[in-house]
């Protein structure tokens, strides 16, 4: 009962690359988050969205594109791929009117991106 | 905006004795405390949450405490077993942001 799916487990692209990291959820969730998650570092906000087309900037947006074409999927974009961002990458979402009512987030199960 | 700070960041304990996760945050109004139990290779699943107006809560082995005057909570698991070895997160819900602030994750290694 995976409800929020990330298209890649495990992905290796080259410096330069362009990158798309897809995240997909079925619970018809307002909210969509891309996470970076690094040793020693906790979970860090990259971009965040709160309905279709809207996108918002979280605390480490450089570097990084998001597009919001539709409620369900939640792009996250690499322009140029360097090698400081290879990490694990996690999507999450969560209802409009969910948080502070009950439920939280639900995660996907991330990608580990490398980049060579 | 909000800010949660998790101590510690890691935590070795023998199995079947107790740990205590302790979480800090900054905005008052923060109203709902959830954590999150991350297993090696696996994605962060809820395990337990608290809302403002509740002191403890308790789910068979784990439970959770809020001290809103101290604006803290601490995540308590009794009787560790070796599957209670993960990373846990604790967050808060930062009412301005619609969203929740994290703290920076306690590894947790239970010794057989």
């Known amino acids: 009962d995976v409800k929020v799916t990330q298209s890649s487990r495990y992905l290796v692209k080259r410096t330069g690359e362009k990158v798309f990291l897809e995240c997909v959820q079925d619970?018809?969730?307002?909210?969509m988050f891309w996470y970076r998650q690094d040793p020693g570092l906790g979970l860090r906000l990259i971009y965040f969205s709160y309905d279709v087309k809207m996108k918002e900037k979280g605390d480490i947006p450089e570097g990084y594109s998001v597009s919001r074409e539709k409620k369900e999927r939640f792009s996250l974009i690499l322009e140029s791929a360097s090698t400081n961002q290879t990490s694990m990458y996690l999507c999450a979402s969560s209802s409009g009117t969910g948080i502070g009512r009950g439920g939280g987030y639900t995660f996907g199960s991330g990608t580990r991106l490398t980049v060579v | 905006g909000e800010n949660v700070e998790q101590h510690p960041s890691t935590l070795s304990v023998q199995e079947g004795d107790s740990a205590v996760i302790k979480c800090t945050y900054s905005d008052s109004a923060s109203n709902y405390f959830p954590w999150y139990k991350q297993e090696l290779g696996k994605r962060p699943q809820l395990i337990i949450d608290?809302?403002?107006?509740?002191g403890e809560k308790k789910d068979q082995r784990i439970a959770v405490t809020l001290n809103k005057t101290a604006k803290h909570f601490s995540l308590h698991i009794t009787e560790t077993q070796p599957e209670d070895s993960a990373v846990y997160f604790c967050?808060?819900?930062?009412?301005?942001?619609?969203?929740?602030?994290f703290g920076g994750g306690t590894r947790l290694m239970v010794k057989p």
């Open positions: 608290i809302r403002s107006n509740v």
């Open positions: 619970m018809d969730h307002e909210n």
């Open positions: 967050a808060a819900y930062y009412n301005a942001g619609n969203m929740l602030t």
